[in-house]
């Protein structure tokens, strides 16, 4: 391998698992948004739907 295709290598290393690392400390300091709504809760989407009808 040449010196350059060497350079290149541990750039994309570095950026792929810099990357990686930063995101894993970034959810570990925000686990949780307290903006979502909490899930399995109904809200009746489906009641203003159009009535489908099989004719």
Known sequence: MT???TIFLVLAIVIVWGGLLASILFLR?????????EG???DHR???A???RDT
């Not at 300091?29 to 709504?37: K, V």
């Open 3 to 5: 010196g350059e295709a």
């Open 29 to 37: 300091s925000r686990p949780d948004s307290d903006s979502i709504p």
């Open 40 to 42: 399995g809760e109904d």
């Open 46 to 48: 489906e009641d203003d």
């Open 50 to 52: 159009p009535v489908e």
